[in-house]
Every structure is written in C-alpha cells, then in structure tokens.
C-alpha cells in the first residue's frame, strides 16, 4: 500500500519556466488537497478537491491550477513559477466519512526551488 | 474553520511526559480535533483524533474538556525521537472536502 506518491521529489526551475506536480493516492480516498510550506512555517493550503470533477481555492492560490484528473490523482500546476513559489509542497487525501481515524495522510513532498 | 492558539516551542527531557495544550474557542458543533506530528523533511502524519472526552492510542491521548474550548495532546513518557512539531486542528473531518488550516505547530525539543 503506497498510500499518497508524489512525484518529482526535487525540482530547480528558472523563474518564468512551468511546470506540473504530481499526487496520487491509492487508498480511494474522495478528497485531496495541495500545501506549501516555507522555512520554519505551517502547512499553508493551495487547493483541495472534494470529490472528482471539483476543485476549490485554498489559503494561498494565486500563482497556482490544479487539475484532478479522477479520482485518484490530483496534479498542481505552475504557469510561470517565481521564486516566490520555491518551497516544499505536500499533497494529501482524506476518507472523509468512515469509521474511526478521519485523518489526513500525506505524501513525502517535493521540494521546488524557482532561480 | 475554528482557529486554534498552541505554544511556539516546548522542551523536554527523555522519560518525562509532555502535554501541549491547544485553544480552540470558536470550535462548531461537527468539529473534530486532529493532532499531526512533523519531523524534518518529512509530511505531516496524523497521531490522535477526538470529539469529547479521552481517546487514548498506542502514541498518545487526547483531552477534550466538555466546553471542548480546549484540548491536550499528552505523550506519556517521550524519547528524542519524539522532537518534532505537533500541529493541532479543528475541522468537520466527516464532511467531503474539510479543508485544515495548518498554524505554526508547536516545536517539541527531547533532550538527554
């Protein structure tokens, strides 16, 4: 059971360059969600997606699209990444209704530095 | 989303027991609250959820007073590989698309 993959786990992008992370879960999870993290900072949250076919915005959006292409995958999407956007980003999904531990489990991250 | 208040840092020593102590005023009715713990590098990992009263789990138990204003994530007896951060959250976890905010966790350092 890999739980939730992320791929690539580093990238080094020039400002202006674009480019698309990865996330799947295989835990037939419905909701999964895209957050960023700064040195020494919380989980700030980009987007989630509740379900197949939705996405809403998150704490943080500007800069960023996501696609979730069915249910198990959740991609974010960088247009013309800034070296504002360089930072750790986690994706994460959610059983939501269920018996017992409602929790999030999350993937190891990519770490993306924007030159 | 119910904000929640928790100490920046906390220090211990092997062996003791640790409480961190959240505050979450404006908690709603369906809210749960969820403790993730976060080493370096790593994504956060979920360690212990709660409605009311106690929960206890193999890692740690879970505080909930009945005005559930509050809560205390204790962890009996803690080791240095217990140093990490703690984040405390509060969220209708039952319904589809709950969105956690994270805040800036508290930073638990376990010394010898």
């Known amino acids: 059971n890999a739980g939730v993959t992320q791929t690539p786990k580093f990238q080094v992008l020039k400002t202006g360059q674009s480019m698309t992370l990865q996330c799947a879960q295989d835990m037939n999870h419905n909701s999964m969600y895209w957050y960023r993290q700064d040195p020494g900072m919380g989980l700030r949250l980009i987007y989630y997606s509740a379900s197949e076919g939705t996405t809403d915005k998150g704490e943080v959006p500007n800069g960023y699209n996501v696609s979730r292409l069915n249910k198990r995958e959740f991609s974010l999407r960088l247009e013309s990444a800034a070296p504002s956007q360089t930072s750790v980003y986690f994706c994460?999904?959610?059983?939501?209704?269920?018996?017992?531990?409602?929790?999030?489990?999350f993937g190891s991250g990519t770490r993306l530095t924007v030159v | 989303l119910a904000k929640t208040t928790q100490p920046i840092s906390m220090d211990s020593y092997e062996g003791q027991e640790v409480n961190i102590t959240c505050s979450h005023n404006n908690i709603a009715t369906n809210d749960y609250i969820t403790w993730y713990q976060q080493f370096p590098s790593q994504g956060p990992r979920f360690i212990i959820q709660?409605?009311?009263t106690k929960v206890t789990n193999e890692v740690a138990s879970l505080f909930i007073p009945a005005d559930r204003k509050s809560s205390t994530l204790s962890l009996p007896r803690v080791s240095l590989s217990d140093t990490a951060v703690y984040y405390c959250?509060?969220?209708?976890?039952?319904?589809?698309?709950?969105?956690?905010?994270f805040g800036k966790g508290t930073t638990l350092s376990v010394s010898s």
């Open positions: 709660g409605y009311k």
């Open positions: 994460a999904s959610n059983r939501d209704r269920g018996l017992a531990n409602y929790g999030y489990t």
């Open positions: 959250l509060v969220g209708d976890m039952a319904s589809a698309g709950t969105a956690l905010i």
